[in-house]
DNA sequence: AATATTTTCGGAAACGTTTTCGGAAACGTT
DNA sequence: AACGTTTCCGAAAACGTTTCCGAAAATATT
């Protein structure tokens, strides 16, 4: 309840706080013995010095702030775990904040972190953020900002990204390659420039493949499973099946794999599946789901160094886009059996 | 980058700072005219008041520390939200914190919540956490702390936890119903409550049934698909097959099913399954896995209650501990196919 | 031995608030 | 007109640090 202070301190060693603090950061003007001394005393006493108060004065608290649209799913939380080992390394906290997808709960926990002094943030904006002025503001003051995934194209700053156009791509060729033809893709909101390239992707692995597609062959869906299963469950009532479906993640993959399975369908036989961005979920389900994997640790681990990156140089800064490398891990939901 | 003061609020309306701040607090010693203006030109200004200044002045920082083992499985990331849910609509920030299940983190991580003045901490203890005399400090100098789930018998403090040992009674009980008689229980690490709790809670069950049963019944598994993945190979290799499994939780019930899967076995017609705390998983995979639920947002929402009343009940306060209800959740890898 | 330099430390200001105290102004009462 | 109340506001202290400035003590230089 009542902490120690480095009053407390001075007064049982007789001297002045000045000291204790020079003991405490290491200062040249202290002598060896005093300062042993008096850490070892202080140590005995329980104190530690006062985060907040340095805060106040310093005008920067050693936090480091981390916005993500949610954690249910497992990839913000083993982003955020990427950047924890990186940044509580080099002696900073890390404070997590979850917008829910909201702009205004976005703005809102912002705002809360740099009233906390937070000396950079980590963001990956929310499905429903729109308006990115406030961001512009803050880029221009020069504060430190590194957004990962869900990016904006509006917003000069440092970016890690994944090449989704290029994943979607190979995601697709694949399906083609095991002799799919009549291939959906099940698409993401529309405005994000993840769900424009991922559908990109899809439609020009067509192209190169000189397969036929056109509208009819990729339908909005949205990033849950309940999405997937609404979607598919009107294929089915239509009679409209494709061969396969490209997904543009896995839970919308998974949400219509269960309606297939309820439906009595097969797969793959029936119809193959292929999603995007792993999760834990997809070895595990039945059949395995081919999927595109994101390297979750290195994008938290990557962010966290461009940030340190941009808070060590004071002033002359170029942010720098990171574009990770991903994988596609071929299982039994998309392999054509002879 | 540079902040907008107090002081150059007071400079540009020529007043005095503590009027400004009468202003922000709503004092009753501000005529309604002023206050209405200084709010108008402060927020034309963009200026809010400095939560940091604010909590050192103050010795409390209208912050929670929320400290949980991991957070990959969906479990805590959802009572987090409940916790979340309650806390931010009474002003406060929640601040959060992984321990990765290590001792030695979940201390650092209290001791950086503590320094950080935050009014009160919800804790899951970390597995590795065997010594709790920091806790009992905390407690006996009236710091309002709220367990969940991770408890531990010697810290009087106020808790959330689930009735392990009824769950874990009902969960075998259904097996025995669906009369499966040579069932075994993969159980947690020892040395931890809900270990104990859901392992008696099997014994029991066999117990009222008259079934017999013994250590063989029994096998200490773990908490991972890995640890599920690895005991039942032994099984299978020692041809030691039960019927049923009762297993403490729903991964390493799914590593279980993986590797039955693997070898040919069939579920539940050679070896039923039963896991225990709903994850997302279970009513993905194949076949569907029974398991007992736990009400994660109602943790977390009594959890930040409990927390709360400590808070406002400056004193005089009697720790509470609340049981929650869960449900079993009865699916395809239980049911005796007749 | 006197002076110059270095080492070591204390005092005080500063960070941005809130709050206590006291005082001036405005008002009401005799 | 003198006094007591009330209303409103400013000055200053306080929260726990760090750091600048200067001074005393210790050491080195002449």
């Known amino acids: 309840m009542k902490h120690v202070t480095i009053k407390d301190v001075a007064k049982k060693l007789n001297c002045s706080v000045s000291t204790i603090s020079r003991a405490f950061n290491d200062k040249y003007d202290i002598k060896k013995e005093t300062r042993d001394h008096i850490l070892a005393t202080a140590a005995a006493m329980g104190y530690s010095p006062n985060p907040i108060a340095k805060s106040l004065l310093k005008q920067c608290s050693n936090q480091i702030g981390v916005v993500v649209p949610e954690f249910i799913n497992s990839f913000f939380p083993e982003v955020i775990i990427g950047i924890q080992e990186v940044l509580i390394k080099k002696g900073y906290q890390v404070l997590i904040m979850q917008s829910n997808e909201s702009q205004i709960t976005e703005l809102e926990n912002i705002k809360t972190l740099e009233n906390n002094m937070i000396d950079g943030m980590i963001v990956s904006l929310s499905l429903g953020t729109q308006n990115v002025e406030y961001y512009k503001n803050l880029i221009a003051q020069g504060f430190p900002l590194v957004l990962f995934n ?49 559908k990109d992707g899809f439609i020009d692995a067509h192209r190169k493949h000189k397969l036929p597609i056109d509208d009819n062959n990729i339908i909005e869906t949205g990033l849950m499973i309940a999405d997937g299963e609404r979607v598919m469950e009107k294929l089915i009532n239509e009679g409209n099946l494709p061969d396969a479906i490209f997904a543009v993640n896995d839970p919308t993959a998974i949400g219509a794999m269960k309606m297939l399975r309820k439906h009595g369908y097969k797969i793959p036989n029936d119809v193959a599946l292929v999603g995007f961005t792993e999760s834990s979920l997809a070895e595990l389900i039945d059949p395995p789901l081919t999927s595109v994997a994101q390297p979750t640790h290195e994008i938290g681990k990557t962010a966290a160094r461009l940030l340190l990156e941009q808070i060590e140089s004071k002033g002359i800064f170029v942010p720098q886009t990171v574009i990770l490398n991903g994988r596609l891990n071929v299982r039994e939901s998309s392999m054509k059996l002879k």
């Open 150 to 198: 869900r990016v904006s194209n509006e917003l000069d700053t440092s970016k890690v990204v994944f090449d989704d156009y290029k994943w979607a791509f190979f995601a697709t060729e694949h399906l083609i390659y095991q002799g799919y033809k009549h291939i959906f893709h099940f698409g993401g909101p529309s405005g994000h420039i993840f769900t424009q390239k991922r």
